[in-house]
């Protein structure tokens, strides 16, 4: 196993579980701004990369286990919305057959700690150089049985080094999108991305606009595969509404972390006049974005941090709505791939879990507020204190707390992760979807970009 | 406690590339390079040898990979290389790849594929820099034979742009079995052999004297030779510096007379001071063993030989092998069975003046169109389009109707 250490980059604050997703797609442009690696730094990831090769892993017997490869840009872990989803579809429940061998590499280090797998590499990045990241993986990987390899592709080497156990190993290789680095962005480009998917068996997007747009660009088809809820935290029956009452009344939850500075200024902005108590469950010591107490204070924000799934489903249940900020379609709009193509995890999730309505400030055409649109269990507002008190007062009426919550009822049903591993593996063996059962989620979705 | 003095070597470089700094470990410049893959050498003393040489032959940077030596290592084309992967595993000869190819920046692949380490070396190039590849089919080795396997010629097939075939009949075979485009190029004559005027045999034809061209690949086929020339009334000239293993007597008794190889240039003089050749091929019956050559190899000399002499020739054996049909094609020959009977005919039929000198005419006229002129650059080009890049060569595919004028 690789040694377990910390990265150069300042270590996220908050060890619950359940962070925000895609740590690297939100933080391109400060990770910009942080001092590069030093000639130790250097050194010590290549000892790191070394080490591994030379590690247990490498012996004869475990070298004839057939083996199933996972590639993601930085390490798997609850702290960051990519690393729960994938340990939740890969990691099986106690109780039942362990998972085979299953490696893990990536690219960077982001949060110090890499928690799936039965062995995990950084591998260095190659920024692209086809013949030395063949080689790393080769060096690496020569003499296994790679049985499939799972991409979740974000930059370009994770798809170069996919490409390279696909050809060769022969493995069967999936492609698991879930942030957009393509279509809305040009962090990878098109011909290594037209490739990857072409020697994907499996293609797989989180959400039908995110499919739409990959399916139209590359003409390939792509089947969902959604941020899935665990099933222990799903409640098996519609809960009582949430009217302003008890111990928090009056008070809204907001969920999520804060890639961008003007995202949390934006919302601050617009929670100032709404009137509304807000606890937050999110990251609210970031190394990129500043929470000042007095935009904090100002905003009536009252940071929880980052708490376990547990926690978090029983603490939403009792909120009367949920604030999930989310991106505009303006001219000053920062993030418009993320604001256009992104659909925030933390969405089902919510949903599925507390059946509490959810509250997207936003624009009204970004995935987030077609979901809570088409699946009834929302609505969404620009970022607007008048209009975003309004929206508050309408979701805490009994009624639309009644007909919101059984409807996120039946879809958080949906949304369970009951053999979603399996449902995966035979996807991947299959070449397709191995049922329809998130087709059927999704039918009638609304997918037209903006 | 024993040292793997290979491992200790492999660990030092490992530990020299860690710790070196920035400057002493930066990479040296990479050579841009077009790799040509074959079974065995690349040189004159087989077809695809002289075939390859025409089309690439004096370019620079091309690196000439093979799997087998047939010859000696005698080649004196490109760089040579010899990968073998044997029963390795697919990592494996991804591996042995990228380490024989380690500073070189692969722009394009040629592969003509024969043995199953062909392919994979082709794949793995490929896969390892992205390289855009042709496949050029000149010896059929998966439909009548199974010296590659489907699973591989497909990948191989598929990863290719461009997919090229030297004959009709492979070329129709290959996109009946596998579904997938591939255009026609035949083999081809030096221009410089290539004469601007008709050339007949100053000798009477009543000599019934004539030349063998060609291979004679099948054990079968030497002796299907002498028992049809034997007591026919023709004789006929052997130039291959051979005698078909057989004593030459033996051969001579038969009426085949060897001789000393030959270079091109008074080969071809040779040629054209005679009245015809003649090409012995397969007889795709069923105690044929060289079917998947006969049936689809177009016979590189009978190209060469009928465009610089414009000799009219006599396939022995089926009408339906390549060779037969490529004569029938243009008019410049025959097919005759092996038996005595059909031969006589067919030297008779061949030597009258005016029908010889019809199908001089004709080999004159069909010459023009096997120039090997450009034809390496066209090859690029075809496959940095994806299809051929002009239709001189898909114009020469036959309607597949034979003339009745073939039929002896």
Known sequence: MEPARRSSLPEPEGLGRRHESRATARTAGALDRLPHPTHNDRLRAKLDAFLAWKSDYAKGDANQREIDVLITTNEMN??????????????????TPPRRNLFCIRFQNDWGDHDLGDWNIRLPKTGGNRVECFRNVLQLLRGRKVRQVLCVPFQVDELTASIAIQEAFGARLCAYVMDDQNVAADGIPDELMREFLQKSSLRLATHPELRSAYERKFGMPFSLLPAVAPDALIPRSVLPPVVDSGNYSGRGALLGSFWDQSWFDRLCAALETSGRKIDWF????????EFSDENLRRARIRPFGIVSEERLAMELR????????????DPAEKNYSVASLSLPGRIPLAAAISQTPLLVIGGKDTCAARFVKHFGIGETVPYNGVEIRAAMDRLTDERTQLEMRGNAARMGRAFSDVGIGEWLEESIALGRAADGRFEEIFAGYAVDEP | MPVDQQKLDHLIRRLRSLTASASESSKPAERSCDVIITPVEVN???????????LFGGEENVISIRSLDQYE??????????????????????ARVEQALRGVAVRRVLCVPYQPDDVMTAIAIHGLFGASMCTFIMDDQNIALRGIEDGAMRELLEKSSLRLAISPEMRTAYERKFGLPFFYVPPLAPARLLPSQLHVPVTPPDARHGVVIGNLWSPRWPELLRRTVRNSGVTLSYPRGDSLGIPAEDLRADGIFPHARMEDEELVRMLRSMWFAVLPSGTLDQSEDRRWMAEFSLPSRLVYLM?????????????????????EQFGIGVTSGYDRASFKNAVDHI??????LAMRRRGLVAAGRFVDTGVGEWIWKSLERGEAFDRRFEDLMPDRVASAEGAI
């Open chain 2, 44 to 54: 004159d003393c087989h077809g695809t040898g002289v075939f390859l040489q025409m």
């Open chain 1, 78 to 95: 609850d702290r960051h919305g990519t690393g729960v989803l994938i340990k939740r579809i890969l990691e099986r429940p106690e109780h």
């Open chain 2, 307 to 327: 465009s610089s002499s414009h000799i009219p020739v006599i396939v022995l054996g089926s009408r339906d092998t390549a060779a037969s049909h490529f004569v």
């Open chain 2, 351 to 356: 030597t009258q003046p005016e029908v010889n």
């Open chain 1, 318 to 329: 009792v909120y009367p709505f949920i604030i999930v900020p989310t991106g505009t379609f």
């Open chain 2, 73 to 94: 290592g005698r080649q004196d084309f490109g760089l040579p290389l010899k990968i073998v992967h044997g029963a390795d595993s697919r990592d494996a000869a991804f």
């Open chain 1, 282 to 289: 999110g990251n609210h010591r970031s190394p990129f974005v």
